[in-house]
């Protein structure tokens, strides 16, 4: 039962971490491209910066619903792998380094998306929508870097995550039995 209780809250702070995340990072990518959300992302989420008090709380809010689904994915999965801990306070602290793999992966990636994005797709192009009316191209383009190789960067920590997970298991698992057998 306390098992459930640790997947439970892991679920739902991998959903918050996810939104903060999502939130900060739209923080920082707007500063970058103010027009990857005033001509895109305001579309794509039907929203008006007067609703939410102006940009930043807007972008804050696009953020979070951007993103706390892949909490909710990532949580899920992680927290499914590590029931196969024997105990509530082993599944805890396995499932922290986990989450921990993830947002560093998210973050790493996030970082080699912007520098790709710039250095590379900005000068060869791309074939995303893009608005016809952009002062701005590069930094767009950027920005577009930038968002999908984070979320590609949360998947590859969720696989990290997981292999992490089983790893301590099986060294777990190994470190009891030779307890066990030099008692």
């Known amino acids: 039962m306390r098992k459930f209780g640790v997947f439970?809250?892991?679920?739902f702070l991998a959903i918050l971490i996810?939104?903060?995340y999502g939130s900060i990072?739209?923080?920082i990518t707007y500063t970058i491209s103010?027009?990857?959300f005033t001509k895109f992302k305001y579309r794509q989420f039907g929203f008006e910066p007067s609703w939410f008090g102006g940009?930043?709380?807007?972008v804050a809010i696009i953020g979070f619903l951007a993103t706390w689904?892949?909490?909710m994915f990532i949580g899920v999965l992680l927290g499914l792998t590590a029931l196969i801990f024997p105990d509530h306070r082993a599944m805890a602290a396995a499932l922290r380094t986990a989450i921990l793999i993830v947002i560093a992966s998210s973050v790493a990636f996030a970082v080699f998306g912007g520098v790709y994005g710039r250095l590379h797709l900005a000068a060869t192009g791309v074939?995303?929508?893009m608005p016809k009316d952009l002062k701005d191209q590069t930094a767009f383009i950027i920005v577009?870097?930038?968002h999908n190789f984070s979320y590609l960067g949360g998947l590859c920590g969720m696989i990290g995550g997981i292999i992490y997970l089983l790893r301590r298991w099986q060294l777990d698992k190994r470190q009891n039995r030779l307890v066990e057998t030099s008692s």
């Open 25 to 27: 990072h739209d923080q």
């Open 127 to 129: 074939d995303w929508w």
């Open 8 to 11: 439970s809250l892991f679920l």
């Open 18 to 20: 996810a939104g903060l």
């Open 55 to 58: 940009d930043r709380p807007t």
């Open 34 to 36: 103010p027009e990857y």
């Open 69 to 71: 689904w892949m909490g």
């Open 144 to 146: 577009g870097s930038i």
